[in-house]
Every structure is written in structure tokens, then in C-alpha cells.
């Protein structure tokens, strides 16, 4: 796609969608959306915007393709169970309520399985679990719990499957006792502006398709809207250039700490567990 073909491109997807593809790093969105026009019957990108004007299907197939929506629930299970077994007990020690922030949340396993967990730990508490997205179509099946595919909930602990899910033919649900935990809006992380006093904000396989500059500009706003001592909570290839300049202290692979708050206590560096995440994933 030529330099004049792809300035035209973001324009139009600009209006026709939104999505504002200044934030997205060019070289792999251009090569990316090179092979998704070729593959319909447009035989320009001019006649394909068209198309996309006057037909709602290729406008949702756009909308799809650009937000990457891939998510199951525990996705890469060795960093939940340190979430579980380390980070969330010890946020639960002079907490009694979390304010808990999913952006990006897809269909809706990630801020779930974040439910579940609290669930297992703090039966009786009454946290807040705010999840957010782009993404109408997600955010409606997130909504109603499902129903989701064998492959999405294949992370799922059996007891846990058997605990938090119906199952209706080959299709998963998420019960209404997890399902009221979490409340979904529609938020655009390049755009829209973010709530603060968040214990915990969980923003995993979100930015990997962004800009440097739009990278830094998002942690830079994820430190701004933790409380001090708050959790920020990465996917495995999204770490951190110089948390410490941004007031982010490392808690092995996945997690952060916001400092200062001067009485914090600091969360032992577990890198034994950090360095077989990364393995894992490898
Ligand atoms: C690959 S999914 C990740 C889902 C989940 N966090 C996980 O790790 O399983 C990426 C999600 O980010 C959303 N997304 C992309 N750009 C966004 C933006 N600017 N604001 C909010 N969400 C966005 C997409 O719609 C998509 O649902």
C-alpha cells in the first residue's frame, strides 16, 4: 500500500470507525490491513472504503480486525496464580473493598476470572470490578456472560468450571453470581478520559499494537489513575520502559506498584517466578 493509499486509509477509518490509527504502529497496521483488503473483492483501497460506507457487515468485519479481540479467561495462567497467591493478599491487607479496573476487556475472561479470584479469597466483600472497551460487539457478550467456546475457558480449574459456569450444549456461561460482580462501559483508552483510585488495573494484550509515544502516554495515565500502593497488571510482552521514572516500583514480570505513599510496603521481587512466566509464553 502506497504512502498516499494509507494516509487516505486513516482518514476514512478515522471517520467510519473511530479508531484512530496514529496511535497504532504503522509499519505492522499497514502490512496488516494490506492483506485484509486483499482479501475482499475491492479492487482499491478507494472502492473498498466505499464499500465499507454502504455495507454494515464489512463495517463490523473492519471494526473486528482492527481491535484484535482474542482473550480467554486465566489467560496465561503462571502470572493469575501469582495474582492470586501474592499480589491480591497483600492488597487485601489494608483494603477491605478493591476498586478494580479491566480496560480492554474483549468478551469479558479477563475481568471474570479477576471476579472469581476475589471470589475464592473474599466471599463476602463487595469490590468493584469496572471493565471496559472499544468495542460494542465484545462489550454485549461480556454483558451476558457468554456464551463462550471450550478453547476460552480451557484455563478454567475444573472445580472452579463446575463452581462459576453453566454449560448449555458445547457452550460456556459465566453464572449470574460472577456475572453481577462486573460492570461493563464502553471506553476508548486513546481518547476518553480515565477515572482514578484504582487499587488494581489489569490492562493485558491491549497496547502491543500501539505506539511507543501512545504507550507511554497510557502508563503515564495508569500511574495517574492508581491509588498509591495500586497493582498495575501487564501482558507478558507489554513490560515497562522506566517504570521507576513514571513511579512504578517491578514486582517480577507482570506487575507494578505505584509509589510513593510513603508508608508502602514493598512486595518481595519474585524473579524466579517472573523468568518462568516469560518461559512459559516463549
Ligand atoms: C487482544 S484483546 C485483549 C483482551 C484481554 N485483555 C486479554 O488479555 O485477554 C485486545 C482488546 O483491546 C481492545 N482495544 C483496542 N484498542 C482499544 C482502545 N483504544 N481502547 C480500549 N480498548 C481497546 C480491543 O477491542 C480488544 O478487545
Not at 59 to 76: A, C, G, Q
Not at 202 to 227: G, P, W
Amino acid at each position: 500500500m502506497r504512502d498516499l493509499e494509507y494516509s487516505y486509509l486513516k482518514t476514512r477509518i478515522k471517520q467510519l470507525t473511530g479508531v484512530d490509527l496514529d496511535n497504532y504502529r504503522e509499519r505492522q497496521m499497514r502490512r496488516r490491513l494490506t492483506s485484509f483488503i486483499s482479501r475482499t473483492s475491492a479492487p482499491s483501497v478507494v472502492a473498498y472504503c466505499r464499500m465499507v460506507e454502504s455495507d454494515r457487515t464489512m463495517l463490523e468485519d473492519l471494526r473486528s480486525f482492527l481491535t484484535i479481540k482474542v482473550s480467554e479467561f486465566f489467560r496465561d495462567p503462571l502470572p493469575f496464580e501469582q495474582l492470586k497467591t501474592e499480589i491480591l493478599p497483600q492488597l487485601l491487607m489494608d483494603r477491605t473493598r478493591l476498586n478494580v479496573w479491566s480496560p480492554g476487556c474483549s468478551v469479558g475472561g479477563e475481568p471474570y476470572s479477576i471476579a472469581i479470584i476475589l471470589d475464592k479469597l473474599t466471599p463476602f466483600a463487595k469490590h468493584r470490578i469496572v471493565a471496559t472497551d472499544i468495542d460494542v460487539i465484545s462489550l454485549q457478550k461480556a454483558r451476558n456472560g457468554g456464551p463462550y467456546r471450550s478453547n476460552e475457558v480451557r484455563n478454567v480449574p475444573t472445580q472452579l468450571l463446575r463452581e462459576y459456569f453453566d454449560v448449555l450444549g458445547d457452550s460456556y456461561h459465566v453464572k449470574d453470581k460472577i456475572r453481577q460482580k462486573v460492570d461493563f462501559k464502553k471506553h476508548d483508552l486513546l481518547r476518553d478520559p480515565f477515572e482514578s483510585g484504582f487499587d488494581l488495573i489489569v490492562c493485558r494484550n491491549v497496547t502491543i499494537y500501539f505506539t511507543e509515544e501512545a504507550k507511554v502516554r497510557l502508563n503515564q495515565q495508569f500511574c495517574q489513575s492508581l491509588s498509591p500502593g495500586g497493582i498495575l497488571f501487564v501482558g507478558g510482552t507489554e513490560a515497562i520502559a522506566r517504570a521507576r521514572e513514571l513511579g512504578l516500583t517491578t514486582l517480577g514480570h507482570c506487575f507494578y506498584r505505584k509509589q510513593p505513599a510513603d508508608a508502602l510496603r514493598a512486595l518481595p521481587i519474585d524473579e524466579e517466578r517472573a523468568v518462568k512466566a516469560m518461559n512459559v509464553r516463549r
